[in-house]
């Protein structure tokens, strides 16, 4: 099945930009997500990609996917506080069912 | 509009009793599923509902966790009896209908159960 593999933590300072990456293993993903959770809550939809893209922009979001390399990033623009949380990039292999990496803590330092 | 909602929130028993969870989807959600998210991981997969059937529960212990969603909507997860690697959160989520690859998921809060 699918393998989806992130790095445990990262830390900036406010203002600066985030970049969380991400490795998946079934080339057949036909969509990419990432997802958001803040402590005691359950998961946000961030952003989602389709694969036949190279890069989505969403406001301060923005999302590149190397395909050939199965690689994945979300970058986060004049990172903020508030944007503190853990963050998942997940695989669809098939419709409507994702497999979810460990997740990546984001601290941002004021 | 509605999110889902799940209860309780939080749980706490000892080994070997049982336990049950309920999700309430959005409505007019066709997909719901259970999600066990152990401390320090991602969400995995117990159970995917596609209305009142099953669409995959490949990855649900089935000689203690059971799930049923009679009517198509509501869900009740139910774990008998429970061991210690049990603990973990279990979020529900639904979809409205699963059969595009994009369907986005909207997560419920989750009920967090600690066994002793």
């Known amino acids: 099945g699918e393998d989806v593999e992130q790095s445990l933590f990262l830390s900036v300072r406010e203002g600066d930009s985030s970049v969380i990456n991400c490795t998946y293993t079934?080339?057949?993903?036909?969509?990419l997500y990432w997802y958001k959770q803040e402590p005691g809550a359950g998961l946000q939809l961030l952003t989602y990609i389709f694969s036949n893209m190279d890069m989505k922009q969403d406001q301060r979001l923005t999302v590149l996917l190397n395909k050939k390399d199965k690689h994945l990033s979300l970058r986060i623009a004049d990172t903020q506080t508030g944007d503190s949380a853990i963050y998942f990039c997940?695989?669809?292999?098939?419709?409507?069912?994702?497999?979810f990496g460990d997740g990546t803590t984001l601290t941002v330092k004021p | 509009e509605a999110g889902v909602a799940q209860s309780p929130r939080y749980k706490i028993i000892e080994k070997r009793q049982s336990v049950a969870f309920w999700c309430n989807p959005i409505s007019g959600h066709a997909t719901l599923y259970w999600y066990q998210q152990i401390l320090g991981q991602g969400p995995k997969l117990l159970i995917q509902f596609q209305n009142n059937g099953v669409v995959d529960d490949s990855q649900l212990p089935k000689d203690r966790f059971s799930a049923e969603r009679l009517k198509g909507v509501d869900s009740t997860l139910k774990i008998q009896p429970a061991k210690l690697e049990d603990s973990a959160v279990y979020l529900c989520?639904?979809?409205?209908?699963?059969?595009?690859?994009?369907?986005?998921?909207?997560f419920g809060p989750g009920t967090r159960l600690t066994v002793l």
């Open positions: 997940a695989g669809n292999t098939n419709a409507g069912k994702s497999t």
């Open positions: 989520a639904s979809s409205l209908g699963g059969i595009s690859s994009s369907d986005t998921q909207y």
């Open positions: 079934d080339s057949s993903s036909t969509y």
